[in-house]
């Protein structure tokens, strides 16, 4: 057995790693397709306002922070969708006023500075059983959203009007997306940290989008890009001695970079080998559709 | 009020016949006896409580027609569509699709709507023409679906209707603006809609893509049965296809047959002097 496996705290490392890299980026794709990457990024600062007032209150940190995150996205969605507010002041009303209430809770009680360190940082080879199980319970949750709202999910991504006319309840959809965004964030929080739970969010599906055709192959890709960059991240954090959360997120970041190298070969050939399925309408002349039609 | 065109006049009449007359007769083009699809009685709508984008606009669309509905820039015609399907609730007055207040209506798989553009586009957003034109057929919630590629059938005749099967499976994103926008009809035709609502775009489209949509359109009508409602601004190329035209300037400029539009009701559409030369659409028609 490769000593990476001989100690408890990697092998739960690697559990959670893996359970949240394959949370974030599936439901990733949908909060990027509908721009609404800053979204994670607000609630990450929820979540550690969640985790300061669960280290005060002692209650289970993680457990608060996963209301804060979840109720603080309904409320966002609401503000956004009446149209009250428009959707980034929503984003920095929230943003500050939980950066700012961490702050003064975290200031007012002293001594648990190391603990939130890791919570701002990652702390997933510290990562206990409560915390997979809350884990395993949150991604079994998404996966079945996601899988059982797949049409109503892509529709809305695509476009909301569209999405209203195929009859789609978009308002409701996108109230559980906000939700569950909530979710993953807290979820993603305990393995890359507050300040890095977008990276793990996003950066994989932006790896995915540049190389997938269709919305499945996309989906999947998410996710394979997730889990390599978890296990590589933890791998070289294990034997290189580097912050685990560092680790993985730079390692999505090679991923991105891997997936752009892939994608410009791939443009390179398929415009080599002449890939000349070009239809007609905005293209020059009146010919070209007769052209087009012999060559089918 | 809904203005009603005057049987009296020919399709070769000259400008000075105005044919404006609640009064009077319904002309023959209009067939008043079928029913009516979408409504609008006096309706009004402003954004944020500012200047009405919509005044007081009265007409209807009948099964069968194809309507063209003509503007400038700024005119309402955007808005007019946005509250037929009900993505928009007027200020006064009631929109009604299929004899239902748009805002409640829940029927969607009698109605195809093609935006002029996609919210999604431009994210490399990753779904081949045929995944768009599968969304078409949604009809729901379906635990299944993320499984399930169904309507392999529907997809195909649709994607030939549009003419662009040999683009079916192209990224979405590869595809150039008249492209998507046949891509976008196909999604709409798919599910074999009564209403089609279409919001035709301004720019990337040249003049034979442009022809061929509106030929597109025409047989959607002529040959699928489909009533249309059409958003447009190339007042020439509506004429071949239009059996009814209504000109939007915040408020309903015209109403009735295209050929009884006349330069007066275009200079006050377009804020100045306009000559009409009509064209005969069959003759013309290649």
Redesign the interface.
Known sequence: MPEIFQFDFMTRALIGGSMVAILAPAFGLFI??R?LSLIADTLSHVALMGVAIGFVTSIYPTFIALIATTSSAAGIEQLRSRGRLPGDAALAIFLYSSLAIAVIVISKSSGFNADLFGYLFGTVLSINDRDLWLIGILLLVVIVF???????L??S??????A?????RVTATNLALAILTGATVTASMRVVGVLMVGALIVIPVLA???L???????LLLAIGFGLLSVWVGLAVAFYADLAAGGSIVLTTVAMFALAEVVGKAKDYFSARHGAS??????????AQ?EI??D?? | MIIEPNENMGATDSMESVALSPEESHGPELATDRPVVCEFTNTWYSYGGGEPAVEDVSFQVRKGEFAAILGPNGSGKTTLL?LA???LKPTRGSVELFGESSARF?D??R???V?QR???MG??????VE??VE??L??????????RRHGRKEILEALDVA?????R???IES?????R??ALIA?AIVGQPDLL?LDEPVS???A??RD??HELISSLNREHGMTVFLISHDIGAVMQGATVCACINRTVVFHGPPHHITGEHLSELYGFPVDVLLHDALHEHR
């Open positions: 990027v397709l721009r996601v899988a059982s709202f797949y049409a109503e892509t529709q991504a695509f476009d909301q009007d569209l209203h006319v195929s009859g789609v995915a989008l540049r997938a055709r269709g919305f499945r192959t996309a399925d070009t239809g007609w309408s905005a293209s020059t002349s009146s559709p087009d039609a060559q089918r | 946005r399907l009900g993505l829940r969607w798989s109605v195809g709507y935006p996609v919210e999604g994210t490399r957003f990753p779904a081949t995944e768009i969304q078409g949604y009809r729901g919630f379906n635990p299944l679906a993320i499984f003419g662009i099967s040999h683009l499976r192209r990224p595809l150039s603006v008249g492209q926008q046949r999604r609502f990337g489209v040249d034979v893509g061929r949509f």
